[in-house]
């Protein structure tokens, strides 16, 4: 059974630390509960008790939590605060009625976390697997300007945008993955079917063949010779490219060369924008002060290399220099947020021109969505007319060779 580690203090206000074992946070903390100590943090004791054969299957049983289970929990969260209801009951009852068992579960281990003292972007922090980054900073954000209501009100809003950006991915990178999985499959075929014939064929002949034709022979070759060292290759690079891409150096490369990816690194920093303006503008709004801000706004992004330069903004701004100056320095934004960030520094109405800002990026980006077919399109066709032409002269130009040779 799992151990956890708890700090508390008692009716006469002693401090007492100890561990408990159960079979999960809540169960933890109600034990610590009836020995007479209020906790004030429970967490698990890392490697204690090992992994439970029923824990790992039921971990693998379930399903993951989808975006449809976090937008119905932030809309549902947000109400029952508006109505009043404490938030540990609000999440105890939201638990109990989840759809998803693990989201149900996951929510009465975040307010066991609330029970023990810890704040609700700490007790979700627990569980970055359940809630994404960008939730926790902006729930993080509502803590700190006690707006959390209005956090969860956008947040949903976020979600629900990025369930349709979603969609309209899927369906616009449809047709193209439809032809990719085609011409790989075309590739394995003449690599294995119809170039060794022709390879053959050539070299009964023995006759010069061109660069073109040379090469394809021997790709087919190799293909036939080491398809599973090509295919296990493949699968081993996918894993380290995706293991790097997990480390803090991977994840900002990554981050980077995704804005500059044709077409849609453009739609990606247009959606950067409008979520930092809209962050920034409730923060501002709401009194935080202007250097925590930065923080709870990068992180707000979830994009680890505009985090980066935003936070790098704080290190201008703590020696006194204006918002606009060092934002235009930055070299990440738009001359758009520059010109509105400067006139809402002379006005005093940062967070208007930000609410602007992000309304104009969020319907660019909402027309560029449903365009992406077509940016993407031209890629695929010029691919394929490549291909198709590869083959075409390794295959054909030395039988029009040959056949020349003959007349």
């Known amino acids: 059974m799992p151990k956890y580690r708890y700090r508390g203090r008692t009716g006469a206000g002693q401090l007492r630390e100890g561990t408990v074992d159960a079979p999960t946070l809540s169960d933890a903390a109600d034990e610590v509960f009836d020995r007479g100590v209020t906790p004030i943090d429970v967490r698990p004791v890392s490697g204690a008790g090992g992994v439970r054969v029923d824990d790992l299957l039921r971990q693998l049983s379930e399903r993951a939590v989808g975006l449809d289970d976090l937008i119905t929990f932030t809309r549902q969260f947000r109400v029952l605060l508006r109505a009043g209801v404490p938030v540990v009951r609000a999440l105890r009852g939201l638990g109990q009625n989840a759809s998803s068992p693990r989201l149900g579960r996951t929510l009465g281990e975040v307010a066991s976390g609330l029970e023990s003292g810890q704040s609700l972007s700490q007790a979700m922090g627990h569980h970055p697997k359940v809630f994404p980054r960008l939730l926790l900073a902006m729930i ?39 032809v990719l999985i085609a011409i790989v499959a075309a590739l394995v075929v003449i690599n294995v079917f119809v170039i060794p014939p022709f390879a053959d064929l050539f070299a009964g002949m023995d006759a010069e063949l061109p660069a073109v034709t040379g090469l394809l022979i021997g790709f087919s070759e190799g293909f036939v010779a080491y398809w599973q060292l090509v295919f296990g290759g493949a699968f081993l690079a996918g894993l380290g490219v995706r293991a790097y891409i997990a ?29 930092f303006a809209r962050t920034f503008s409730m923060a501002v709004r709401s009194g935080v002060p202007l250097l925590q801000a930065m923080d709870s706004v990068a992180e707000a992004t979830d994009n680890a290399y505009i985090a980066r330069g935003i936070r790098q903004l704080r290190t201008g701004i703590e020696r006194g ?42 319907r660019e980006v909402e027309e560029d969505l449903k365009k992406l077919s077509s940016y993407i399109e031209p890629f695929v066709i010029g691919f394929i007319g490549i291909l198709v032409l590869i083959l075409a002269l390794g295959i054909f130009l ?10």
């Open 140 to 178: 993080r954000v509502g803590e700190e300007s006690g707006q959390l209501e209005e956090s969860l009100q956008r947040m949903a809003e976020s979600l629900d945008q990025e369930r349709t950006t979603r969609e309209r991915i899927k369906a616009a990178l449809r047709y193209p993955t439809f």
């Open 247 to 275: 480390t803090e150096d991977g994840r900002l490369r990554w981050d980077a060369i995704k804005l500059r990816i044709p077409g849609v690194g453009g739609i990606m920093r247009r959606a950067l924008l409008a979520r």
């Open 321 to 362: 220099e204006g918002l606009h100056q060092v934002a235009e320095r930055s070299g990440l934004f738009t001359p758009l947020v520059l010109q509105m960030l400067a006139v809402g520094e002379e006005t005093g109405q940062v967070a208007d021109m930000m609410d602007q800002v992000a309304e104009f990026y969020e």
């Open 398 to 407: 030395p039988m029009w060779q040959m056949g020349s040779a003959a007349l």
